[in-house]
């Protein structure tokens, strides 16, 4: 019983980091800032700095269920006022934060029910840190061979990558934009997704790492003295 809660509690464990990994990099600003500096977003799409800047936070905040809407975002565009976004990103951004949706709430549920658990193993008078040590380490072990895989496989060829995604994930072709037309994709081009790729990829890597590490470094410390002892 203690192993199989201890396995539970990884995996709630790993559900937590995902999410947050792709969370983080998702709302963090000041990447857009050095994304949007280093492909000169603002002089693509002609708005200026500020009010790019004010878009993407009215965006970012409709990803996170903080407004209702992006229809209502209007912007200085070439010289003339606009509305920033047109239907199909609209459309698009609609099934977007449907996945961002279900995302917060994997995270929450991941971080309750591994809360339970691991206040259920204390109760129980389980060894808490020995179970969760080791079970944790095996599980992110095992998370860091799959996702070396598919990290491998997505370098391979980034932009089929990106495409399939789309594919499983979006039962529609609104994702399919047009940069003549579309400011969205000019905003956040294949170069943008890149980089955030990186990012995630980073965190999905150092954090199981440096878990794996500290459980190790516990178990050894701890256990040595009674060696084959469980």
């Known amino acids: ?8 509690t990884a995996l709630c464990l790993l559900v937590l980091i995902v999410s947050q990994s792709i969370i983080i990099p998702t709302f963090f600003m000041p990447f857009f800032r050095w994304q949007f500096d280093r ?8 708005v200026e700095y500020q009010e790019l800047m004010r878009v993407t936070t009215e ?6 269920g903080r407004r209702d809407s ?3 975002i209007y912007a200085v565009v070439a010289g003339e006022e606009r509305r920033f976004f047109s239907d199909i990103e609209i ?3 609609i099934d977007v934060r449907i996945l961002y949706d279900r995302l917060f709430i994997a995270r929450n549920v991941a971080f309750f029910a ?6 259920g193993m204390i109760l129980l ?3 808490t840190l020995y179970v969760l040590a080791r079970c944790t380490r095996e599980i992110m072990a095992g998370f860091l061979i799959l996702a070396a895989i598919a990290i491998g496989v997505i370098a391979i060829d980034f932009d089929r990558s990106f495409e399939i995604f789309h ?3 979006f039962n529609n072709d609104y994702w399919i934009l047009d940069p003549r037309v579309d400011l969205l994709i000019n905003m956040v081009p294949l170069s943008f997704f890149i980089h955030i790729s990186i990012f995630i990829a980073l965190i999905l890597g150092l954090v199981p790492v440096a878990i794996i590490i500290a459980s190790s470094v516990y178990l050894r410390k701890m256990y040595r003295p009674s060696f084959g002892t469980l």
């Open 1 to 8: 019983m203690r192993w199989a809660m201890g396995y539970l």
């Open 39 to 46: 492909l000169g977003v603002s002089e693509t799409i002609q």
């Open 59 to 64: 965006l970012l905040d409709y990803m996170r």
């Open 70 to 72: 992006i229809e209502d």
């Open 91 to 93: 459309r698009h951004m």
């Open 114 to 119: 591994m809360v339970a658990l691991v206040l």
């Open 125 to 127: 008078r389980y060894r």
């Open 167 to 169: 594919l499983i994930f």
